[in-house]
């Protein structure tokens, strides 16, 4: 009965074959956007669980948070006429609004190029520029420049060696989700990587979303414009009353 | 305590928004101001983009201008006929200018343009009131000077479509109050401020209305082309946060009324002085930002060009 279990498990998953898979979980699984919001933090736990002996080699873990990408125009300054005009720009196709990456190790010690490339794990692969050499004379100073900022804004990290394997095989990692956060689907993959060959991996989701207030005004604005905008006036006109009809009864 | 924004989708603290609102409402309720050419750059100075803070920015100027219409309309001091004929030509100008605003985000440079204009307003109208003030102070200490006529005839006196105005003793030309209107409603839309700072001289030397009712008539036009301009960046392009404007009018609202207070204890023209001083502040704040080399050449914006 075991033996033919472990047999539709090893035909079904070809990670398995190497007798090492993944298990994980998020602490939560959805974050709400209210008024009061200051950031989230996520705990990402799980363990290595292994069918076989561990073959040789040094074990790994790579975990990437990735928010919804957006297309983005990066533009620079330059000094035309004595002051600071943005000058020239660059399209790029698709970058994540957030994205974040805690490994075991030296992304350069536990990760080859070519796994890299197929699972897109590094920042710079995260983000889809194409044919930007055509749009400007230094192209690649503009993506370089997309990460810097948004790096400085807390919205890129990479946090080397900051996941620690205990008792071998059990890992967890905190993700700390910041207050500027944009609403959609937080994709959560966790590699697991031996001698730079990712070994297996998994994936589960964060749902990030504005609630209660914020959802109804955000949709109002969205759906509902101009009722929107009167309700923005009539609010404006009622506090302007207010305060000066408070004041002559105060006054007296 | 921080508190999230629905519509520009950043997260500040609620007592900054609350003091900002105050503090700009108390130099209003100080010197007759709607306070606009303050807090919209105060709010691209904690990171609120320029476009959600010149929608909001306008927002928060119809509260003030409620505020300190009703006092004027109780002292009579409102020209009504004068105040259509402004809001005629301010309309055209508010939607001229929401359209010019959206070319300008579409091609990257609005913030230029809104910064430019900060400074070129903000100076040349803080440069005249200082000279002004200065001039006034010192002819009030050295009495037998000679005294200006309040109403002198100029070239405006010669235009077609005259009208009467009564409020202000008027028979003048209505291309004028237009014109002024329309630049006024144009700037309203992209500065997101009310140009109270410039209806109002505009409105003296000008048109020669007579002082005691150009505060009353600029703030009645103001309410209603910062009200218009509000609901076309609402409708066009989405960029009122609410949460922000309640904040901010909250403050406002309370600052007005003790800065209303104190402004009764000061000299008009010591009281011009400091105003004076801190417009230059402002445009000298925002010209250094255009001069100086920035720390970060790059920014970011999301989605692509047209």
Do not use: C
Not at chain 1, 87 to 114: C, K, M, N, W
Not at chain 1, 123 to 146: C, H, K, M, W
Not at chain 1, 232 to 251: C, T
Not at chain 2, 215 to 241: C, E, K, P
């Amino acid at each position: 009965m075991i033996r033919a279990a472990l047999l539709w498990l090893l035909s079904a998953l070809p990670a398995l074959a190497a007798g090492e898979d993944i298990v994980a979980g998020l602490s939560q699984n959805r974050v709400s956007i209210t008024a009061d919001f200051e950031g989230s933090e996520i705990l990402i736990y799980g363990a290595v669980r292994r069918t076989a002996p561990a073959p040789p080699g040094a074990l790994h873990v790579i975990i990437t948070v990735e928010g919804p990408s957006t297309p983005i125009t990066v533009r620079k300054k330059d000094r035309t006429a004595g002051i600071w005009i943005n000058r020239e720009s660059v399209q790029i196709a698709s970058a994540p609004s957030f994205y974040a990456i805690a490994t075991t190790g030296h992304l350069r010690d536990i990760l080859t190029e070519t796994e890299n490339l197929r699972h897109q794990i590094t920042i710079p692969r995260a983000i889809r520029a194409v044919g930007i050499s055509q749009q400007a004379e230094n192209a690649p100073e503009f993506l370089d420049a997309l990460v810097r900022v948004r790096a400085a804004e807390g919205r890129y990290r990479l946090n080397e060696r900051s996941v620690q394997f205990t008792q071998g095989t059990l890992f967890r990692s905190d993700v700390v989700l910041p207050a500027n956060l944009t609403e959609g689907l937080y994709v959560v993959r966790i590699f697991l990587t031996r001698d730079g060959q990712v070994v297996d991996r998994i994936e589960r989701q964060i749902n990030v979303r504005k609630e209660g207030l914020e959802r109804f005004l955000f949709n109002m604005s969205r759906d509902q414009p101009l009722i929107y905008g009167l309700l923005s006036l009539l609010i404006a006109v009622i506090a302007g009353y207010g305060a000066s009809a408070a004041f002559r009864l105060m006054k007296r | 305590m921080q508190i999230f924004l629905p519509i520009a989708d950043i997260s500040v603290n609620l007592f900054l928004l609350l003091g900002i609102g105050g503090v700009v409402g108390f130099l209003s309720g100080l010197f007759g101001v709607g306070g606009g050419f303050l807090i919209t750059p105060l709010l691209f100075f904690i990171g609120i983009p320029p476009t959600i803070a010149v929608a909001t920015g306008a927002n928060q100027v119809v509260a003030s201008s409620v505020s300190g219409v009703l006092a004027q309309v109780k002292r009579k001091a409102v020209d009504f006929p004068m105040g259509f004929v402004l809001l005629a030509g301010g309309l055209v100008g508010s939607a001229g200018g929401v359209w010019f605003f959206a070319r300008l985000t579409a091609a990257g440079q609005v913030d230029l343009f809104v910064q430019l204009s900060y400074v070129l307003f903000l100076g040349l109208i803080g440069l005249t009131m200082f000279w002004e003030s200065v001039v006034a102070l010192r002819r009030a200490n050295r009495p037998g000077g000679p005294i200006r006529r309040s109403h002198t005839h100029n070239w405006v006196h010669g235009l077609p479509f005259k009208m009467k105005f009564r409020a202000s003793g008027l028979y003048i030309s209505v291309l004028p109050p237009l014109a002024v209107g329309a630049l006024v409603g144009f700037l309203a839309a992209i500065m997101g401020v009310g140009g109270g700072f410039i209806m109002v001289p505009a409105m003296i030397y000008l048109l020669g209305m007579p002082t005691k009712v150009v505060i009353g008539t600029s703030l009645f036009q103001i309410i209603f082309v910062t009200a218009f301009t509000t609901l076309m960046h609402a409708v066009t392009a989405n960029t009122v946060d609410m949460m922000l404007a309640v904040l901010l009018i909250l403050g406002g609202v309370i600052g007005a009324q003790i800065g209303a207070q104190v402004s009764g204890r000061l000299k008009a023209e010591q009281l011009r002085i400091l105003l004076s001083l801190l417009v230059l502040g402002v445009a000298a704040k925002i010209a250094l930002d255009l001069l100086l080399r920035p720390s970060e050449l790059y920014t970011i914006t999301p989605g692509l060009l047209p």
